[in-house]
RNA sequence: GCGCCCGUAGCUCAGCGGAUAGAGCAGCUGCCUUCUAAGCAGUUGGUCGCAGGUUCGAAUCCUGCCGGGCGCACCA
């Protein structure tokens, strides 16, 4: 039970009393005067026409808080200010400190959410594009997960389209082994694929890779922009390209096959960028836009049977009401395109479809950013029209701003064009690496190794996750690899200092121990962590995990450890520090884990 | 034209109905026989874009304006 609540629902029954009328919210928040505050009384007072004082005073008398506060006050022009007292604060956080999942209950009601998010381009470069999409959805993902939620991971790759025939006619032209080579072995490669990699799907591949064998991260995107310059020089190409989608959706077995190997390529690809960036999705999880070919027929037969379909210009198309355009007409979701393909409002809705229907899915979430919102509002709508997306079944767009530069435009390279994600990690881990070598110069390669992964990618995750989601944020490296301030290297030393405290301790962790809580900064502290359920909570709802971060900030940032020595103190306050400090490192790692950040032991 | 998002300290950002608007950086003053100084304390700095309105109370809600970004039929 966190303690607001349990606060709040002593002071609702004489709130209640005093209004003589339903049940009031007492309104507790956190107070800088006090440690709560409750601010009911002042919105009651032109209610029941009396001075919000008064009511105040009468709600402190009525209320039996006397086994929970030290102090009840009545304040300004009517707070109720709280002071828990310092008995209950040291029982709940021994509660706390036994309570393996620190205070976050798993949920009481568990859904199938899908979460929506990654979505490279097969054949394609991941850039900075694709950067906060991943970090979010993976915080998402694993945050619901461990509330107990059944999480499905989808990676919406872009398997599927008119580039393909360019691309596929692109491989045919430089021989599918040169091509296959040139996709697969770089000579300037830094990303091992590994023995494991699987690459049965590209069935009579010439060219299988093997251990050791690594994939160049300059590679695809020269392949893409190969066949990209000759589709718009050449026109014998582009007629050849578009013969080439014809193929394959008709399902040529050649065409298909060299198709599944760029796919296959790719996905090697994009795994060894998701285990460099540490995130969740694998294999599994990826299930492209090629996956709903089969539906999207059926779903526009099931959108003409419910009377949606309207025929324009030979394009079948849904008009969702509320969506006027340009010229104030409405504006379709284009089904099926004027040339019979379909186009990937359709892929969305047919995904849509599959994911409640098939997946029981009440919880979808799209991790897109931001400019894509009105599309997916569209699609929404149909969807509900449709019926595929009823109560309590809701989608919700998780939408996020750009990436910018220190000119506070989208963040590009030097030459202008995007930013190649796995040079950007490179780069994190490589200044985390010296700033490690710097700082600490007892550790050993290795530890080096380990502790500049952690930081560096953890730094350019938090940069991402600690600000308001839906805003831009200017990327600065010095910003986010501070040892000051909000930001992951602070909050991963908080976390190793701690585990230092009990390297030097020795023993383990003292369990049973009474916890008692004296000095004003353990106050502050306890307070801190008791309120980390509640954030979860929060986040879980809002998925604006900034406000996890900023806790955690809250929780690292306590002067306890500058005021409160430890290791120094008598047996039974050291003890009772042990629970406090061992509680912070736990929350501090457990919030980090949740945001998708390691917390090294030492660093 | 319509719609969405955003204007808070020099910079980067919190706060989104409650009592004197908070952090970090930068600036200034201090603190190393340190439970890791990869740290801490103090201090300077703000007509919360502008103008109305609602409210006992507005950075926070509503309206209008100014400034910036984005979206609005066959690319995803």
Redesign the pocket.
Known sequence: MNLESLLADRLASSFAAVAGGGPVDP?V?R????DF?A??A??L??RLGRP?REIAVEVVERAALADLCSSVAV?????V?LTVADELLGRLVSELAADPRLGVPVTPTPETVVVDYS?P?VAKEMHVGHLRSTIIGDATARLLDWLGHRVVRAN?L?DW???FGMLIEHLIDLGESTAASNLSIGTGSKLPIGAGSELSVAAGSELPIGAGSELSIGDLDSFYKGARAKFDADEAFRQRSRQRVVALQGGDESTVRLWRRLVAESESYFLAVYDRLDVLLTRPDFVG?SHYNGMLGPVTDELDRLGLLVD????A?VFPPG???????P??L?V????G?Y??PA?DLAALRHRTRELGATRLLYVVG??????FEMVYVVARQAGWLSPPARAEHVGF??V?GPD?R?LASRAGDSVKLVELLDEAVDRAAA??RQ??PR?DPAAVAE?AKA?GIGAVKYADL???R?????F?W??ML??????A??L???H??I???F???GGPVPTGVPVSIGAPEERTLALELLDFGAVVGTVERTL?F??LA?HL?AVA?S????H?????AEPAVRDS?LVL?DLTARVLRQGLHLLGITAP???
């Open positions: 309104v928040r107070s800088r005067r006090a505050q601010e009911a002042l919105s007072a032109r919000p304040s300004g022009p009517g707070f200010n979505a381009n919406h872009g389209g008119t580039p836009e324009s210009g030979d394009a198309c969506f006027p355009g340009r010229d104030g007409e504006v379709p284009i099926r395109k004027r040339d393909g186009g990937y892929t931001l400019p894509q919102r009105q599309h701003g750009l910018l506070g989208k700033l490690a700082k600490n550790l502790v930081i600690s600000a308001d839906t805003r831009d944020y200017v600065d010095d910003r501070a040892l000051h301030g909000n930001t290297p602070y991963q030393y908080a190793a200092r585990r230092s405290i390297r030097k301790a604006e900034h406000r900023g900030y940032f002067s306890f450890f500058e409160c020595p430890v290791l120094r520090r400090c032991d030492r660093m």
